[in-house]
C-alpha cells in the first residue's frame, strides 16, 4: 500500500505570495491532518479533515486555510505569506476504525521557504 | 492544555548500549501515545502505538512504556546501532481526537 504523498517536496516563495500544498492520504484513510514544524516551535497541529470537513483546528492565523476533496486528499492555502511561515509541513493520514484506529502517517513534508 | 516534554534533548551513546528515551505529559486524559523516529529533513515514520488502555507495546528492539497516571512514557532501545541515530518524537491524541500534542523530541546520535 503506497504511504502519504505530498507535493511539491520543496517550495521556494516570497513574501506576500500565496502558496498551496497539496497531500494524498493512504488508500482508504479519510481522516488527513496538518501540521508545520520549525526548530523553534517543533511540531504544530494546523487542521483536521474528515469526509470533506475541517474536524479541528489549531492555533494559527486566519491566512491558513485547507480543504479536503471527496477521494481524500487534501491542500492547504497559505496566503500573504511571511518569513516565519518558513518551514516543513508535514501531512498525516488515519484509517476510520480497524486495529490502527487513530495512528497517524506522516508524509514525506514540504520545505516552504519564504524570503 | 495538554504539554508534552521529552528529556533528554540531546543523546550520544556508543554503538551496543540500551538506552531510555522519556517523555512526560500533563494532562492524563489521553487516549494514544505514539513514539515517531525523524531523520534529518525526513517526515516522521511511526515507531509504536500505545492505546490508554495499554501499558506497553514492543516491536523488535524497541519497547515503549506508559504510566497514565502520572504522565510518563518511555521508550527503550536496545543494542542501539549507527542507524537508530535520529531525532525520536513522543506525542498524544485525546479521546475523539485526532490532534497530536508532540513533544520537542529528543536527538540521538549512535556513535559506532
Known amino acids: 500500500k503506497a504511504g502519504v504523498t505530498q507535493t511539491p517536496r520543496y517550495l521556494i516563495k516570497t513574501r506576500g505570495q500565496q502558496v498551496t500544498l497539496s497531500c494524498s492520504p493512504i488508500?482508504?484513510?479519510?481522516?488527513v491532518s496538518w501540521y508545520q514544524q520549525t526548530p523553534g516551535q517543533g511540531l504544530q497541529f494546523l487542521f483536521e479533515?474528515?469526509?470533506?470537513?475541517?474536524?479541528n483546528k489549531g492555533n494559527f492565523p486566519g491566512r491558513f486555510s485547507g480543504r479536503q476533496f471527496s477521494n481524500s486528499r487534501s491542500e492547504m492555502n497559505v496566503s500573504t505569506l511571511e518569513l516565519g511561515d518558513s518551514a516543513l509541513y508535514l501531512c498525516?493520514?488515519?484509517?476510520?476504525?480497524?486495529?490502527?484506529?487513530?495512528?497517524?502517517?506522516f508524509g514525506p513534508g514540504t520545505r516552504l521557504t519564504v524570503t | 492544555k495538554q504539554e508534552v516534554t521529552q528529556i533528554p534533548a540531546a543523546l550520544s551513546v556508543p554503538e551496543g548500549e540500551n538506552l531510555v528515551l522519556n517523555c512526560s505529559f500533563t494532562?492524563?486524559?489521553?487516549?494514544?501515545l505514539q513514539w515517531f523516529r525523524q531523520d534529518p529533513g525526513k517526515g516522521l515514520t511511526s515507531l509504536l502505538l500505545?492505546?490508554?488502555?495499554?501499558r506497553e507495546q514492543t516491536s523488535g528492539r524497541l519497547n515503549a512504556s506508559l504510566d497514565k497516571s502520572s504522565g510518563r512514557s518511555t521508550l527503550y532501545i536496545a543494542a542501539s546501532q549507527p542507524g537508530d541515530s535520529a531525532t525520536y518524537l513522543c506525542?498524544?491524541?485525546?479521546?475523539?481526537?485526532?490532534?497530536?500534542?508532540f513533544g520537542k523530541g529528543t536527538k540521538l546520535s549512535v556513535i559506532p
Open positions: 479533515y474528515f469526509s470533506e470537513t475541517q474536524r
Open positions: 494532562d492524563s486524559a489521553i487516549y494514544n
Open positions: 488508500s482508504g484513510h479519510r481522516s
Open positions: 506525542a498524544v491524541n485525546g479521546a475523539g481526537s485526532y490532534q497530536l500534542t
Open positions: 500505545i492505546q490508554s488502555s495499554q
Open positions: 498525516a493520514s488515519s484509517s476510520d476504525g480497524g486495529p490502527d484506529y487513530y495512528e497517524q502517517y
